[in-house]
């Protein structure tokens, strides 16, 4: 399904579960159909399971968005508790279109408890509330962290156990009945070898003609590409050796402190989600990765480079990038906004220390070139998250994997064959519907939401004119 296909079928105010393998225009699908509702008029309620996917799409996580926080289970107190604030109650009730992605990432149970959440405060029995309900993600990337012993009363809870592992086998996902868009177009590889080593991957046909790639993109340590990051799978590696990395350039080092603004449990979700350090320390010659999109000023998450120097006055660094381009970097927010005011913000320079980051880290980046340690993953779809953030073959580099590496989880192989059938069905069926119907079925849907019709004009932003200063 192409992200037009995907597009039009989310127009028409039916749930979905947009997917497809990494690179395909997933997040720019969606961002396509926020931007669409905007110029009706319609705000959607963006969210995330991460705070890392939260802060990449602007929104909150979809615990924040509720008011669940970190609970696993919800008694009847609970949702009065969070009935009784207001500022959870108006957000939800005023909103029309709700996004969770890194959907992948969130369990059945948590799930099952933002349908609950929804229904209880827009006093609306449908399936989350009546609210359009938009998964976005790709289940063979990394999974939820299930709790392995829950201790709680069953008596006063609204659900007595999860159920599955992963937010598809819930009660509230099928209730939902999402339309499957399986995205199948590829915007971020362009190696064909390298595509077919993924989709193999993906289909748990890895064989032995694959390794052979692989292999041939083996090194040793003290062969890795310099101002290329290695991937590991646990944070005390990464830190390891950005410290080891940092402290043997020798010259002056220079300290960025952020800066905090707004509620406090706002802050700390924030926090957890930026990938630039509350303290970034630079020093000439440092490695480091770009952490936030600016295609204006010539970087994305993800672009390396290396710290050329420092500005005399401001004490900005001058970045050099790969491609040879060189940046003063400024710094960037990171905020939590709702109906156009901020509510909690972080400003930091856009950057973090790119000798090493984690595979979770760098999951919804896109690399030229990374450098990878797969020889400690210990969870399925560890490796081919590592994998599938490079472009291309010639900008992977193995130090060394494991047999876990190149494993999806079962259960996965088999939905996916599900999810693609599903796919296909949906595709035929919205296919059948002539134009002028279809936009009709759209057109509805955005008046039912209070937005502008599609056959008025959009609403425009009002020029501010500018006058020549004397």
Request: proline residues 7%; positive net charge; without cysteine.
């Given at each position: 399904m192409?992200?037009?296909d995907a597009l039009n079928i989310l127009k028409t105010g039916a749930n979905v579960f947009l997917t497809g393998e990494p690179g395909s225009g997933k997040t720019f699908t969606v961002n396509e159909y926020a931007a669409y509702l905007r110029q009706r008029g319609i705000e959607p309620s963006i969210t995330a399971s991460t705070g890392i996917a939260a802060t990449h799409l602007g929104g909150l996580t979809i615990h924040s968005w509720t008011g669940i926080g970190i609970r696993d289970f919800l008694s009847k107190s609970d949702i009065s508790a969070i009935l009784g604030k207001s500022y959870i109650t108006k957000r939800m009730e005023a909103a029309h279109v709700l996004i969770i992605d890194e959907v992948s990432m969130l369990s059945p149970q948590t799930l099952n408890l933002v349908d609950t959440v929804c229904r209880a405060v827009r006093k609306n029995p449908l399936p989350f509330g009546g609210l359009q309900v938009i998964f976005v993600g790709d289940f063979f990337q990394l999974p939820p962290v299930i709790?392995?012993?829950?201790?709680f009363n069953p008596q006063t809870l609204l659900f007595q156990e999860p159920v599955g592992k992963f937010a598809f086998e819930s009660m509230a996902w099928r209730n939902a009945k999402p339309v499957v868009c399986y995205l199948t177009e590829q915007h971020r590889q362009d190696d064909t070898d390298f595509l077919?080593?993924?989709?193999?991957?993906?289909?748990n046909e890895f064989t032995a003609d694959h390794q052979v790639f692989l292999r041939e993109r083996r090194i040793l340590?003290?062969?890795a590409p310099d101002r290329v990051p290695t991937l590991f799978a646990h944070n005390h590696d990464v830190d390891r050796i950005n410290k080891q990395m940092l402290a043997k350039i020798p010259g002056e080092r220079h300290g960025f402190a952020m800066k905090d603004e707004g509620k406090p449990v706002l802050i700390d979700i924030l926090k957890k989600g930026c990938l630039s350090p509350e303290e970034l320390h630079l020093k000439i010659d440092a490695t480091v990765m770009f952490t936030k999109n600016n295609p204006k000023e010539g970087f994305v998450n993800g672009t390396l480079g290396g710290v050329e120097g420092f500005q005399k006055e401001s004490k900005r660094p001058i970045i050099k990038t790969r491609t040879g381009l060189r940046i003063t970097v400024e710094p960037m927010t990171w905020a939590v906004e709702e109906n156009g005011k901020t509510l909690a913000k972080l400003t930091q320079l856009p950057l973090r220390l790119a000798w090493a980051i984690t595979v979770h880290k760098s999951q919804g980046m896109s690399l030229d070139a990374a450098v990878m340690d797969l020889s400690s993953v210990f969870e399925f779809g560890q490796g081919y998250v590592a994998l599938s953030r490079v472009r291309r073959l010639s900008g992977l580099f193995l130090l060394g994997w494991n047999e876990r590496a190149f494993e999806v989880h079962p259960e996965i192989l088999i939905q996916d064959r599900v999810f693609r059938s599903s796919a296909e069905d949906a595709q035929n069926e919205y296919g059948r519907i002539p134009r002028d119907e279809l936009q009709e079925i759209q057109e509805r849907f955005l008046l039912s939401c209070d937005g502008t019709?599609?056959?008025a004009p959009k609403?425009?932003?009002?020029k501010i004119?500018?006058?020549k200063s004397k």
């Open positions: 192409t992200q037009a709790k392995e012993e829950s201790v077919g080593i993924l989709s193999a991957i993906r289909r340590p003290n062969h019709p599609l056959t609403k425009r932003k009002k004119s500018k006058t």
